[in-house]
């Protein structure tokens, strides 16, 4: 994607500290893992020594005012790609649970603040809350990635972590982009496992499920403004067709108005120099 790129860790704390610097004070971490470190079980996900988590800690050692979200899914490491553990050609949702425990729980020891479980299997929030809880992590908090959909904006997500799917699709566990009526059920079965904050992914062709789980839930709900909405507006932009500073400010606008209090956006550090620090 234009502007976007793997960091190695000597140039992501330089664009931590720039982004400090220009008012973005929250991070959301993807890791991308080399092919040889993949398996059926996503092992180099809570091994330790893990490059995800050695820089989660290098970051909160060098900037502990920055708030740290993690990736908490099998598909980055699984051989397989995807978000939980497979056998036989079927996804297995209760097997994939302690394998995401042991993730969030070797990344809550680096010392990263939100978890984000982004797997979509049934009963995580509550598995991962209870396992936090018992490790001694209460203050860590959980993003759930409530209404995740099976999008056709994830494209240049996936391309970039090299995490699609060895097989199939991800529609069994991922939500039809048909049904709000499931994302009120997945919210309310969140907030009763523990959840902090809830999150609908995608943005943009979703404002109606944000407003609805806004004026449903009492926590806060969070909107991912994913690769495919910034891959959309950057191409029209460069190709002269829209301005892009004044698409940015209306669909994050948008965004807020459906009712997110939080947005998570490739945009984040252009929008606040634009908005809020323009010298910097």
């Not at 969030?104 to 509550?126: F, K, N, Y």
């Not at 079965?189 to 809830?198: H, N, Q, S, V, W």
């Not at 969070?222 to 932009?237: C, D, F, L, R």
């Not at 301005?243 to 209306?250: A, P």
């Amino acid at each position: 994607m234009p502007g976007m790129a793997r960091l190695s860790l000597d140039l992501l704390l330089l664009e931590i500290e720039a982004c400090l610097k220009s008012g973005v004070s929250m991070f959301a971490l993807f890791p991308a893992i080399d092919d040889v470190l993949k398996d059926p079980v996503a092992s180099y996900s809570f091994a330790k020594g893990n490059f995800y988590c050695n820089a989660i800690s290098e970051i909160k050692k060098r900037f502990p005012e920055a708030v740290l979200i993690s990736d908490v899914a099998l598909d980055p490491y699984s051989s397989d790609g995807h978000d939980g553990y497979v056998q036989n050609g079927k996804i297995l949702n209760d097997e994939t649970l302690p394998m995401l425990a042991k993730m969030a729980l070797a990344q809550a020891e680096a010392g990263v603040d939100i978890i984000g479980p982004s797997d979509m299997m049934d009963g995580r929030v509550g598995y991962l809350r209870d396992v936090l809880d018992e490790n001694g992590f209460l203050e860590v908090s959980i993003m759930s990635y409530t209404a995740k959909y099976a999008s056709g904006f994830y494209g240049p997500f996936r391309d970039a972590l090299a995490s699609t799917p060895k097989f199939g699709d991800k529609k069994t566990y991922q939500m039809d982009y048909a049904n709000v009526k499931e994302a009120k059920l997945e919210a309310s079965l969140d907030e009763d496992e523990g959840a902090d904050f809830l999150m609908v992914k995608p943005a943009l062709a979703y404002l109606d499920v944000i407003k609805t789980l806004s004026e449903s839930s009492s926590l806060p709900i969070a909107a991912y403004q994913v690769s495919g909405e910034y891959a959309m507006i950057k191409a029209a932009a460069e190709r002269g067709w829209l301005d892009e500073d004044k698409l940015v400010h209306e669909t994050l606008t948008s965004i807020r108005r459906a009712g997110a209090s939080i947005i998570l956006t490739y945009f984040a550090k252009q929008f606040a120099k634009q908005f809020f620090n323009k010298n910097a």
